[in-house]
């Protein structure tokens, strides 16, 4: 009964590889997030897509490329792996965002540990 | 600059003590507020949120918060801590939405708690 599911838990490679992580959600939500965690816990937004269509994109590198086949998953492919790519990326899911006087809370998967060696 | 503040880094408490996190937010419009919790090697868990009303706000664990409008502050508090409450916490915002506005989630740079015995 897994709401948010990150596969995988652990990912270790080297500098220069392509590498994907897969993110599902079985809330029935129509929104869902990308989020890098550094090595000093900062949390800071990448990518939303709402209903498969992408909403907001931060000021990150164009190595990364999420994709949203359907509404319940968005995975996150990231190319010519950089040492400083390592960090912790959580995938979230909401109710898409309303004009309505209130946000929609985000519910976070485990996360994925991503190493670059 | 728009911003979320955690002023503590660490805190340490005697398991039995009572704990207050603080978070400072700097928006022009109030945003809607959240806690989140992160238990080591863990996702990100909901504490609790602030979108309008009663300004003492209550949520999971035992734990409570407080909008202070005149302090631009919505602290974490619990009467009484368990060991099992050592962990990472966040205060995050959503800046108040526009039309067609986005549910992003900005997050402080959190405060480790340890809990001794």
């Known amino acids: 009964d897994t709401a948010v599911s990150q596969t995988p838990k652990y990912l270790v490679t080297q500098m220069g590889n392509d590498k994907s992580i897969k993110c599902e959600q079985n809330l029935g939500h129509d929104t869902m997030y990308w989020y890098k965690q550094d090595s000093k816990k900062f949390l800071k937004i990448m990518f939303s897509y709402n209903n498969k269509e992408l909403i907001i994109n931060e000021t990150v590198p164009n190595r990364f490329s999420p994709k949203s086949p359907d509404k319940a998953h968005l ?26 006087d209130y946000s929609e809370t985000q519910y976070f998967g485990p996360g994925t540990r991503l190493l670059v060696l | ?66 909008f202070k409008r005149s302090q631009s502050s919505f602290n974490l508090r619990k009467p009484s801590v368990h060991w099992s409450d050592a962990a990472e916490y966040f205060c995050a915002v959503v800046p108040r939405l526009i039309a067609g506005g986005y549910n992003k989630l900005i997050f402080g740079a959190g405060t480790r708690l340890a809990v001794h015995p």
Request: hydrophobic share 35%; charged share 15%.
């Open chain 1, 75 to 100: 995975n996150l492919h990231i190319n010519s792996l950089e040492l400083g790519d390592s960090a912790v990326y959580f995938c979230a899911s909401s109710h898409p965002p309303s004009d309505r």
């Open chain 2, 1 to 66: 600059a728009q911003s979320v503040t955690q002023p503590d880094i660490h805190i340490t408490v005697s398991e039995g003590a009572s704990l207050e996190l603080r978070c400072n937010y700097s928006y022009g419009a109030t945003p809607y507020l959240f806690w989140y919790v992160q238990s080591p090697g863990q996702g990100l868990q909901l504490l609790l949120k602030y979108f309008s009303g009663d300004t003492l706000v209550q949520g999971i664990k035992g734990f409570e918060a407080e």
